[in-house]
T-cell receptor, first 116, second 114 residues
Framework: AQTVTQSQPEMSVQEAETVTLSCTYDTSESDYYLFWYKQPPSRQMILVIRQEAYKQQNATENRFSVNFQKAAKSFSLKISDSQLGDAAMYFCAYRSDNFGNEKLTFGTGTRLTIIP | GAGVSQSPSNKVTEKGKDVELRCDPISGHTALYWYRQSLGQGLEFLIYFQGNSAPDKSGLPSDRFSAERTGGSVSTLTIQRTQQEDSAVYLC????????????FGNGTRLTVT
């Protein structure tokens, strides 16, 4: 079974600065997908960024980028120019490419605080 | 609708009562998932539907929990004889069939068992 580990329960960053959230995972599969989701106080999970394991290039979405290290099974999220609206819980998630095992496996989350 | 809709938004029930939680997925999404999120915790997988069938029920914590999906659309999660430990936010998500498709989540139902 796959596991996802987020070792930082809480992080804080000054507004406009850069912060990196860590995520590691354990799998024996070679093809899979990795995601970062954001959960603000409204409870809704919002997709931030997605990475396909077969792609070597790191995914980017505006101020959000990832550092995907497949051999190390690491998938960190970098938020540049942090904004107050970035404050939320961030969850890293793994999804197998195997039919019948499509569920997302989540880490325990990192609570990000933005300091004005 | 434009997104995944869950009802009710909040539910308070007495221990021992049955509850039903509803999820309306995004139109055209064949896959539907139920997750549970206890206070301050991550998301715990409960069950996954592909169409009306549930190929993965491995996360249902006990036989008090059941779920069904009809017409490849609406899903209902039923908890019988609720216990205090069932108190949590229950999140529903849907996606297209392709594995690379992301899950789209609803706002969840906060269940409180008193």
């Amino acid at each position: 079974a796959q596991t996802v580990t987020q070792s930082q329960p809480e992080m804080s960053v000054q507004e406009a600065e850069t912060v990196t959230l860590s995520c590691t995972y354990d799998t024996s599969e070679s093809d899979y997908y990795l995601f970062w989701y954001k959960q603000p106080p409204s409870r809704q999970m919002i997709l931030v960024i997605r990475q396909e394991a077969y792609k070597q290039q790191n995914a980017t979405e505006n101020r959000f980028s990832v550092n995907f290290q497949k051999a190390a099974k690491s998938f960190s999220l970098k938020i540049s120019d942090s904004q107050l609206g970035d404050a939320a819980m961030y969850f890293c998630a793994y999804r197998s490419d195997n039919f019948g095992n499509e569920k997302l496996t989540f880490g325990t989350g990192t609570r990000l605080t933005i300091i004005p | 609708g434009a997104g995944v809709s869950q009802s009710p938004s909040n539910k308070v029930t007495e221990k021992g009562k049955d509850v039903e939680l509803r999820c309306d997925p995004i139109s055209g999404h064949t896959a539907l998932y139920w997750y549970r999120q206890s206070l301050g915790q991550g998301l715990e997988f409960l069950i996954y539907f592909q169409g009306n069938s549930a190929p993965d029920k491995s996360g249902l914590p006990s036989d008090r929990f059941s779920a069904e999906r009809t017409g490849g659309s609406v899903s209902t999660l039923t908890i019988q004889r609720t216990q205090q430990e069932d108190s949590a936010v229950y999140l529903c998500a849907s996606s297209r069939t392709e594995v690379r498709s992301p899950l789209h989540f609803g706002n969840g139902t906060r269940l409180t068992v008193t």
